[in-house]
């Protein structure tokens, strides 16, 4: 565990659904399937990415975040990396502290290099865990309550280091789910204080009556999870940027008054992450 400490930038994140204010993403500039590491890859490997498209396409999400009045920060892209676009995966905010991810796939490690670096140049301070296996895909925050998935990404070790470091305002509540749907946000996601969306069939019956009793839960469809309907991104007020081609979910979403902004990112599902995967929140307001 390494705590760098730089100049004061304010850095805030109590939930999934809090206005967004500032964000790190980065270009899928080299963003290529070199090693299968998720089931949606294995779907697309002959297929492959198609470079131009994945970068008109994310400069358009980068463009409606903007619009949508959120502060974006570009981390600079390495040939080396080639998921880097997921920018979720290699940090996370927890409440007033960023926190530096131990990647487990060997295509990614390195990429948290990048992000520390730029922290630095930023005069960001945070934690590094190092050590225990965690990705930010799995770690979702609402309040004072922390949700963190049990993966192939995340490990047990981690979760409890994690919970070790926090302030006692917080309480980590682990999540089990089937291990081929890669982090916790591919199949739940908190939407707003009382709704989230879930695919139930990766996730154990004890977890599911747990989340019943907290959130109005929309399910998602296997199909329209292999699209990655719940790895939704919400900007704050009802808003959510949602791929076009989960309707089921978007009529689902917009039936309980969230207006859906319709941005095609299909290139980059490819890769196996969507709009919660592409995104590393720095401040949500409240």
């Known amino acids: 565990m390494q705590n760098t400490q730089q100049g004061h930038t304010n850095i805030s994140c109590f939930s999934e659904y809090a206005p967004l ?42 463009k409606t975040l903007r619009e949508n009045g959120v502060e974006v920060y570009l981390l600079p892209y390495h040939k080396k990396f080639p998921e880097q676009v997921f920018t979720r995966d290699i940090g996370f905010t927890l409440g007033k502290t960023i926190f530096v991810a131990d990647m487990a796939a060997e295509v990614r490690q390195g990429e948290e290099n990048v992000l520390k670096q730029w922290l630095e140049d930023e005069g960001i301070s945070y934690y590094n865990i190092i050590g225990d296996m965690i990705e930010g895909g799995d770690v979702i925050i609402d309040q004072d309550t922390i949700y963190i998935g049990i993966s192939n990404r995340t490990n047990r070790e981690a979760i409890n280091h994690l919970s070790d470091l926090l302030d006692k ?24 204080e009382k709704v989230a969306l879930i695919y139930s069939k990766a996730l154990k019956k004890e977890d599911i009556e747990m989340l019943q009793s907290r959130y109005e839960l929309i399910e998602v469809t296997e199909e329209e999870q292999f699209t990655l309907g719940t790895n939704v991104l919400s900007i704050g007020d009802n808003r959510i940027l949602s791929l076009p081609v989960n ?23 490819k890769s196996g992450g969507s709009f919660r995967c592409c995104t590393l929140p720095l401040l949500r307001g409240e």
């Open 247 to 269: 309707k089921k979910v978007n009529d689902e979403l917009r039936k309980r008054n969230f207006e859906i902004i319709e941005v095609d990112i299909t290139e980059i599902i």
């Open 169 to 192: 305002q917080f309480t980590v509540t682990p999540i089990d789910f089937q291990e081929k749907f890669l982090h916790l946000d591919c199949v739940f996601n908190i939407v707003s």
């Open 21 to 62: 204010k500032k964000v790190i993403l980065c270009q899928p500039q080299y963003m290529t399937i070199r090693d299968v590491i998720n089931e949606t890859q294995k779907h697309f490997k002959d297929e492959g990415i198609h470079i131009e498209v994945a970068l008109e396409q994310h400069d358009y999400f980068v």
